[in-house]
T-cell receptor, first 113, second 113 residues
Framework: GAGVSQSPSNKVTEKGKDVELRCDPI?????LYWYRQSLGQGLEFLIY????????KSGLPSDRFSAERTGGSVSTLTIQRTQQEDSAVYLC???????????FGDGTRLSIL | DQQVKQNSPSLSVQEGRISILNCDYT??????FLWYKKYPAEGPTFLIS?????DKNEDGRFTVFLNKSAKHLSLHIVPSQPGDSAVYFC????????????FGKGITLSVRP
């Protein structure tokens, strides 16, 4: 399809394991964002990529979280040594440029046991 | 400190009537505002946006009003339809910055047939 694609749609893992979440943005979109939504909360910004510029990592909650975007397209969000408070829906969005509306994928629901 | 507030967690309206969803913000640097609609297990879908240089933007049944002096915006849906039943998120950004969105916690709209 033409929308933002995220995988996996669901991930259940044990506390302490590492997880990797994938986002495939809309073709041609230069801006890519990661957000997370914890239960009963709004979406919380994590990280922003714009073209070849250095990413804005100001929303990452700890150094266990990292993200990369290869070739200006696909992005992966990695969480090391997962904790139960990492359980949330992780959402990826992309936009044509930073000042255009963001379009979201359906998210990855991450559950840490 | 919540910079975008949706103070009512839910709203119920009769089909055909107007739905008015409210949102307040505290950060005077915000200059771009968006509304997203979200169904369960799906990502947010962009509905409508407004720049701070305008006070109204209309798209079909959806109109967003912005009152900068009051730091308040509202989404009007008229006429409301049962398919509009969803969670609605208000979001804001400072486009001169990195364009990350700051979201409210959302409001659940139920449209009764």
């Amino acid at each position: 399809g033409a929308g933002v694609s995220q995988s996996p749609s669901n991930k259940v893992t044990e506390k302490g394991k590492d997880v990797e979440l994938r986002c495939d943005p809309i073709s041609g979109h230069t801006a890519l964002y990661w957000y997370r939504q914890s239960l009963g909360q709004g979406l919380e910004f994590l990280i922003y990529f714009q073209g070849n510029s250095a990413p804005d990592k100001s929303g990452l909650p700890s150094d266990r979280f990292s993200a990369e975007r290869t070739g200006g397209s696909v992005s992966t969000l990695t969480i090391q040594r997962t904790q139960q408070e990492d359980s949330a829906v992780y959402l990826c969005a992309s936009s044509l440029r930073g000042d255009q509306p963001q379009h979201f994928g359906d998210g990855t629901r991450l559950s840490i046991l | 400190d919540q910079q975008v507030k949706q103070n009512s967690p839910s709203l119920s309206v009769q089909e055909g009537r107007i739905s008015i969803l409210n949102c307040d913000y505290t950060n005077s640097m915000f200059d771009y505002f968006l509304w997203y609609k979200k169904y369960p297990a799906e990502g947010p879908t962009f509905l409508i946006s407004i720049s701070s240089i305008k006070d109204k933007n209309e798209d079909g049944r959806f109109t967003v009003f912005l009152n900068k002096s009051a730091k308040h915006l509202s989404l009007h849906i008229v006429p409301s339809q049962p398919g509009d039943s969803a969670v609605y998120f208000c979001a804001a950004s400072a486009r001169g910055a990195n364009s990350k969105l700051t979201f409210g916690k959302g409001i659940t709209l139920s449209v009764r047939p």
